[in-house]
């Protein structure tokens, strides 16, 4: 090649490697911009999150916004809530009804963003199969162990006062469901209140007999919450959940063996059938929430005002509702 002709490709050449050294600048100059976090509250009879979680499948789906998730386990609802009120999570995995009550009595700025349809027959009232106790009227007076604030805590004053029965008039025993399922198995309670999975466990592993479940009582809804400030700034990470929640039930109902397969080892290793018989009596039927269907809510904030259990009255409709 003449010399002529490198001088004229060399000058050609000058402007793609300027450029290519110019754009190399740029890249290693300007910062790469992090993945926002999404922070999940869930605890471990948080069905639907905690599926998502182990298959992995709400992570991808985020990942397309360019949003990491980061998992947050707690040991019931009321501590969740309160995480979520003063801003360690970004999102409640299901809660029992009851427990955005007492949130908002605690003035909790909440969200409400999604909802599973009744499942009365996840939750009841058993007692021993040789107990005395034959009806809700032979309550009173007797001890009775409940989780403090859960769905079932208002099942039992909803049964007592069918029975003729205020909440004064029996001996609560407040203890978690393992602890409860210990007091009733040593016959340290006369009778227990429980929900799923811990029902069927205890109906398949103990002789027990059911004084009455939610039917025509307490319908038991299970309510997934967010705080307000991050529902107003972050709907677009809301609609990705709860499109995710909702296939997530309809997968759980029309897969049960392999829904309960996932979940055994997560329920503490509880044997598959169990998972799976106590999984028919869930809904997992995700829904939005809508404030004039938000009448239970109200009787079940009426009911432990009345009992003394909140510190002051709720309008159970005072909340931010977000939708899908």
Do not use: C
């Amino acid at each position: 090649m003449s010399k002529s002709i490198r001088n004229a490709a060399a000058i050609l050449h000058r402007p793609v490697m300027a450029g290519w050294v110019v754009a190399l600048a740029l890249a290693f100059a300007l910062p790469v911009q992090a993945n926002e976090t999404l922070r999940i509250g869930y605890q471990k009879s948080s069905t639907l999150i905690t599926v998502l979680k182990t298959q992995g499948t709400l992570d991808k789906a985020l990942a397309q916004q360019h949003i990491d998730v980061s998992w947050h386990e707690f040991p019931s609802g009321l501590p969740l809530l309160e995480a979520l009120n003063v801003g360690n999570v970004d999102i409640s995995a299901d809660v029992a009804d009851t427990v955005p009550i007492f949130a908002q009595a605690a003035q909790a700025k909440l969200t409400y963003f999604a909802q599973e349809a009744p499942s009365p027959s996840a939750q009841a009232i058993v007692v021993r199969q040789d107990s005395p106790l034959q009806q809700l009227s032979d309550l009173k007076g007797k001890k009775v162990a409940v989780t403090k604030a859960a769905g079932a805590h208002y099942l039992l004053i909803a049964a007592l006062k069918k029975a003729g029965l205020e909440f004064s008039d029996i001996e609560p025993a407040y203890l978690s469901p393992a602890d409860g399922r210990a007091a009733f198995e040593n016959n340290k309670v006369d009778a227990w209140v429980t929900w799923e999975p811990f029902l069927t466990s205890a109906q398949r592993q103990l002789p027990t007999r059911t004084l009455a479940d939610g039917a025509g009582l307490a319908s038991y809804k299970r309510y997934y919450l967010t705080s307000t400030s991050y529902a107003k700034a972050h709907p677009e990470v809301l609609k990705v959940v709860y499109e995710q929640l909702h296939k997530t039930g309809e997968w759980v109902k029309n897969n049960p063996r392999e829904a309960a397969q996932v979940l055994s080892p997560l329920w503490g290793n509880l044997d598959v059938a169990t998972v799976e018989s106590a999984n028919t009596h869930r809904s997992y039927q995700v829904q939005p929430v809508k404030g004039d269907q938000l009448g239970e809510q109200q009787k079940i904030a009426d009911a432990f005002f009345a009992a003394g259990l909140l510190p002051k009255a709720v309008d159970a409709k005072d909340v931010d509702i977000w939708k899908p």
